[in-house]
């Protein structure tokens, strides 16, 4: 089974309307991610979350919002989905325990709002 | 705050050398990494530089001068299977030390 598990992998929605992606890890890694892609562009940190207590915005929060609901579980919301939003969108995490500080992510899940 | 260059493309021959470079300007710099992302699926942790030098692990390398704000990721002996987009990132003090990354660069391997 994979580590890093994301729900939705793909999700078409309309404009104007509330979605949920969901992302839940069995590594045991405190720190979770999610960042946004867009096609030709790197990865773009939405928000960040070192404990379930400790929630960070990141580069591009506008427009999103985040609820650690468990160690191993991170989810990410669109409370009013624009078509901007249209992106691929990757969950990560990573242990603070590691001198590489690599992070790990999930399969990503292809959003598209019309 | 912080940017990343890296180039957009570079294209290589299989088993030849290929060196893909990243300068960046950021605060507080702790370290550079870079990722592997196949299209369509999830970047991968290839490497770390926290320290001036070269850290190798099998074909792949990664250099970085904290002096210079600049590393490179090379590959060696490319195999088409390593065409792939390649970003570097950098972990700063800004974000409290989450990851930057760059645009990426995306090698194809020829044959």
């Known amino acids: 089974d994979a580590d890093v598990t994301q729900t939705p992998r793909n999700r078409i929605t309309k404009t104007g309307k509330r979605i949920m992606l969901e992302c839940s890890q069995t590594?045991?890694?405190?720190?979770m991610y999610w960042y946004r892609q867009d096609p030709g562009l790197g990865l773009r940190l939405i928000y960040y979350?070192?404990?379930?207590?400790?929630?960070n915005k990141g580069e591009i929060s506008d427009g999103y919002s985040v609820s650690r609901q468990a160690q191993a579980k991170f989810s990410l919301s669109l409370e009013s989905a624009i078509p901007n939003q249209t992106a691929l969108y990757f969950c990560a995490t990573s242990a603070w325990t590691s001198g590489r500080h690599e992070q790990y992510f999930g399969p990503g899940t292809r959003l598209t709002v019309t | 705050g912080q940017s990343l260059e890296q180039p957009s493309e570079v294209t290589a021959v299989e088993g030849a050398i290929v060196q893909i470079n990243c300068t960046y300007q950021?605060?507080?710099?702790?370290?550079l990494s870079w990722y592997q992302q196949h299209d369509g699926g999830a970047p991968t942790f290839l490497s770390y530089n926290a320290l001036d030098g070269l850290e190798e692990t099998g074909r792949f390398s990664s250099f970085l001068s904290r002096s210079d704000s600049y590393g490179y990721l090379l590959l060696q002996e490319l195999q088409m299977k390593d065409s792939a987009s390649y970003f570097c990132?950098?972990?700063?003090?800004?974000?409290?030390?989450?990851?930057?990354f760059g645009s990426g660069t995306r090698l194809q391997v020829q044959p």
């Open positions: 950021t605060s507080g710099f702790y370290g």
């Open positions: 979350s070192f404990d379930v207590k400790d929630i």
């Open positions: 990132a950098v972990r700063d003090l800004t974000g409290r030390r989450a990851l930057t």
């Open positions: 590594k045991g890694h405190d720190r």
